[in-house]
Structure formats: structure tokens, C-alpha cells
């Protein structure tokens, strides 16, 4: 992985029921990502749900995507 490239964090089961109900959103509502994205150095599988930690300036910001 690249220094500047941000973290990719596959979510546990119970971590996506908790995303899901806090948002209530389902799978088919999170932004897509490929499963040969060059980002995910093909450790994740199709239907994982992946946490993005960006750092911006003096913050973290989360983002979620749903590997295709």
C-alpha cells in the first residue's frame, strides 16, 4: 500500500448491521467499488462492505463502499 493512499477496512458482520441500521440503508444504496480496484490489492471479495479512512488535514474522514 502507497503512504498516501487511504485505509481500507473490511467490516465484520455485526459492524454492517450496525451501519445499516443506523443509517437504514441497504447494501444497494452505499457507493460501489471493483473488486480489481488497484486500491483493494485483491484482499476483498464481491458483497464486503469496506470502511475508507481519508485523512484530511487535521481530521479522519469515514467513507463506505460495497465491493462489486
Do not use: W
Not at 6 to 11: C, D, E, G, N, V
Not at 21 to 44: C, H, M, R, T, W
Not at 49 to 63: C, P, S, V
Request: proline letters at 6%; hydrophobic letters at 35%.
Amino acid at each position: 500500500m502507497h503512504a498516501l493512499q487511504p485505509k481500507h477496512i473490511k467490516l465484520k458482520p455485526e459492524e454492517v448491521k450496525k451501519l445499516f441500521d443506523k443509517y437504514n440503508i441497504s447494501i444497494s444504496q452505499l457507493p460501489k467499488i471493483k473488486a480489481e480496484d488497484p486500491a483493494l490489492e485483491g484482499v476483498f471479495k464481491k458483497g464486503e462492505i469496506l470502511r475508507i479512512e481519508r485523512k484530511e488535514e487535521d481530521k479522519i474522514n469515514i467513507y463506505y463502499r460495497a465491493v462489486i
